[in-house]
Nanobody, 127 residues
Framework: QVQLVESGGGLVQTGGSLRLSCAAS????????MGWFRQAPGKEREFVAV????????YDGDSVKGRFPISTDNAKNTVYLQMTSLKPEDTAVYYC????????????????????WGQGTQVTVSS
């Protein structure tokens, strides 16, 4: 079992930045690949970014390409999402997710791939 707790969400103006954190506890964090997803009201959960447990490979979704780098600190059992150039359409609840298996990039972008989820943190971008 892996427990995930997100933090760092809040209210920010358009063009601003936030850094989300996801702290993991339980089984060996360093062997889990970590993803970030988001869900806006009335919409499906959307892939944001994913990182391998080693930190050597990352992918991000088309809607955030280049704006939301993902990183991991295995010593702290924490994965980060540095959100920059925020837009009102980035408003959503952001969730981190973990899975021990690495698949294709298409698979890693699907919420059903992941076994473990955090409770989410709200990000609101005002115009």
């Amino acid at each position: 079992q892996v427990q995930l707790v997100e933090s760092g969400g809040g209210l920010v103006q358009t063009g601003g930045s936030l850094r989300l954190s996801c702290a993991a506890s339980g089984r060996t964090f360093s062997r889990y690949h970590m993803g970030w997803f988001r869900q806006a009201p009335g919409k499906e959960r959307e892939f944001v970014a994913v990182i391998t447990w080693s930190g050597g490979t990352t992918y991000d979704g088309d809607s955030v390409k280049g704006r939301f780098p993902i990183s991991t600190d295995n010593a702290k059992n924490t994965v980060y999402l540095q959100m920059t150039s925020l837009k009102p359409e980035d408003t959503a609840v952001y969730y981190c997710a973990a899975d021990p298996v690495w698949g294709t990039i298409q698979a890693m972008g699907v919420p059903q791939w992941y076994d473990y989820w955090g409770q989410g943190t709200q990000v609101t971008v005002s115009s």
